[in-house]
């Protein structure tokens, strides 16, 4: 299967005319899509499947509970499945079953574990106030957000470990994973490197990237493509494929059209 992925568009500011890759046999939108929902109604008509998790700025002033409804009206109007903490298969061109395994990820601040938790926390929290976002009408405040994520990673590391029916019609053969948090430091932009406001970027689920076959994420406003060895298989490939803001230079070397292929 080729997929393109494009996350961190930032619509709701920066102007980026999306286009369908060529040989593309699905598009996955990797979350920061248009902070104002608007932007979501160029995907309309896509000629081939478009599949999304929000990132963080789809609810910049939202409720992460109630607003999830109308994001999902919003994105079934465009055509755009929207997936939280939901599997998706798929049948590519040569008949491969692709699960594509689909969470926003939020943050969970463990990724200096406990002894940097505190210090991830008080920076999260710096983040949160430009947010400015709601959680069942309250406040979204650290501990809400760390509840969110670890829900996130609890569901993903069971779904991670399901194993398919052999011969029934919910099968797969590939799995990939799409979360908008980074799944690793190793997706740190580089720019900044490891620092308590990492951890709000990059959560610590490495040992959950051996399960995929590849991991695709948004958040960090940099282009990374690495593979995570594993034992008697093919590597495990993460790829983040964001635009970022130009007038912060972030979208150099961004390539929209950039095919990934599930091996």
């Known amino acids: 299967m080729r997929l393109q992925l494009l996350s961190d568009l930032h619509l709701e500011t920066e102007a980026f005319d999306p286009q369908p890759a060529p040989g593309a046999e699905v598009l996955v939108l990797a979350g920061d899509i248009d902070a104002t929902w608007a932007g979501l109604s160029r995907f309309a008509g896509w000629p081939v499947p478009v599949l999304m998790v929000a990132g963080n700025h789809e609810f910049d002033g939202r409720d992460l509970r109630r607003d999830w409804p109308a994001l999902h009206g919003q994105c079934e109007r465009a055509g755009i499945r929207l997936l939280q903490r939901q599997r998706h298969i798929m049948t590519a061109n040569d008949g491969t079953r692709v699960r594509f395994v689909c969470t926003l ?113 948004g958040h960090l406003h940099c282009r990374h493509d690495y593979a995570i060895e594993r034992v008697g298989k093919r590597p495990s490939r993460v790829v983040c494929q964001a635009m970022g803001l130009h007038h912060n230079g972030e979208s150099k070397g961004f390539d929209p059209l950039k095919l990934i292929e599930l091996r």
């Not at 979204?140 to 011969?167: H, N």
């Not at 919910?170 to 997706?187: C, Q």
């Open 105 to 217: 990820r939020w943050s969970d601040f463990n990724t200096f574990g406990p002894a940097g938790r505190d210090r991830a926390e008080r920076s999260g929290a710096y983040f949160l106030r430009r947010m400015a976002a709601k959680r069942d009408g309250l406040e979204l405040d650290v501990a809400g957000l760390r509840t969110e994520g670890l829900a996130c990673r609890d569901w993903l590391e069971s779904e991670l470990r399901a194993q398919p029916a052999g011969g029934c019609a919910g099968g797969w053969d590939r799995t990939v994973v799409v979360t908008h948090f980074a799944p690793s430091l190793r997706s740190a932009d580089p720019r900044f490197g490891h620092q308590p406001g990492t951890a709000s970027f990059c959560n610590a689920d490495d040992d959950l990237i051996p399960m995929a076959d590849l991991w695709l994420h």
